[in-house]
């Protein structure tokens, strides 16, 4: 009688951690080597300011490979080779350079974002178990263990109590769409005079980031991709805050909200007023 095959072991958080972080700091590497010579664009996608640099194919390249030797059977999604579900239940949800515009013209404000998310990478389906964000050009990296708590490189984080909205400093940034980031410019321009002030820093999951650390007091942006909010997103709520979409949805590419949670009722009201 043959005995049954045993199921494959679950991965501690920790171990996938680790290797997450691995991976990040090659990638970071590579990312910031290659940024001391010439960066060009590749290729346009979604719009014309859309880009993607050969960097951002390579550092894919790279982390996929890393990802498959060491995990083969977990799933993969990133910004520039797509991917699926593996047979694991995990997926890998990565973009290797967010920012990229940043990136492309020296702004030294761009990440490496690297999520293992239970389930698919879908935010309404998902389940974040680790978030690895790392600035290849500051050094600062954010971590993240569902249940473990958040940290800038080996300092616990926590969203600190939030200030009334006028005193609020919000971060968020606008869609590759050109009539889309006209709508969301007159939305801003309405909600100046009711905040402390807005940042558009160009790379949302620093953005997310600086909210947990207490850089910015709110978060909000349109059209995100599942990549450039899996680790950062996990990073906010191990620190306090939460990520939701509108009126209690999930986040989603029609909105996504990181905030303190007594802040929330707030910015919704706002928001609703700036886009009526
Ligand atoms: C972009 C950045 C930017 C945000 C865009 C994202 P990418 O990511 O995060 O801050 O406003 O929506 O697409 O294209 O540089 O990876």
Redesign the pocket.
């Known amino acids: 009688m043959t005995s049954p095959v045993p199921p494959p072991a679950r991965p501690s958080d920790p171990d996938l951690l680790a290797l997450a972080l691995d991976i990040a700091e090659e990638a970071g590497r590579m990312i910031a080597t290659a940024r001391e010579g010439t960066v060009t664009v590749a290729d346009r ?1 979604s719009s014309s300011t ?3 640099t050969q960097v ?1 194919r390579d550092a894919e390249a790279l982390i996929r490979q890393r990802i498959a030797e060491a995990r083969p059977d977990d799933g993969f999604f990133g ?1 520039e080779s797509g991917g699926g579900e593996g047979s694991s239940g995990l997926t890998w949800v990565v ?1 290797p ?7 492309l013209y020296g702004i030294p404000h ?1 990440a490496v ?1 690297i999520a293992v998310v239970e389930g698919p990478a879908d935010p309404a389906h998902w389940v974040e178990r680790v978030g690895v964000v790392l600035n290849p050009a500051s050094g600062e990296t954010f971590t993240a263990v569902r249940g473990g708590g958040a940290f800038r490189g080996g300092r616990a984080l926590r969203i600190p109590s939030p200030p009334t909205l006028d005193q609020a400093l919000v971060a ?5 769409d050109a009539e889309l980031r006209g709508r969301q410019g007159a939305a801003v321009a309405r909600m100046l005079p009711r905040v402390r002030d807005i940042r ?8 997310l980031c600086n909210l947990a650390a207490g850089r910015v007091d709110v978060y909000f ?5 599942p ?2 909010h899996a680790a950062g997103g996990l990073v906010v709520q191990e620190a306090g805050g939460i990520v939701v979409g509108r009126a209690g949805a999930a986040p989603s590419r029609d909105f996504l909200i990181a905030v303190h949670p007594e802040l929330l009722s707030a910015v919704e009201d706002l928001l609703d007023d700036i886009e009526a």
Do not use: Q
Request: negative net charge; charged residues 30%; hydrophobic residues 30%.
């Open positions: 996608k859309d880009v993607v951002d910004e973009d350079i967010d920012g990229t515009v940043n990136y761009y974002s968020t940034g606008f869609a590759y558009r820093l160009g790379t949302a999951s620093l953005d942006e349109r059209t995100l991709n990549w450039d």
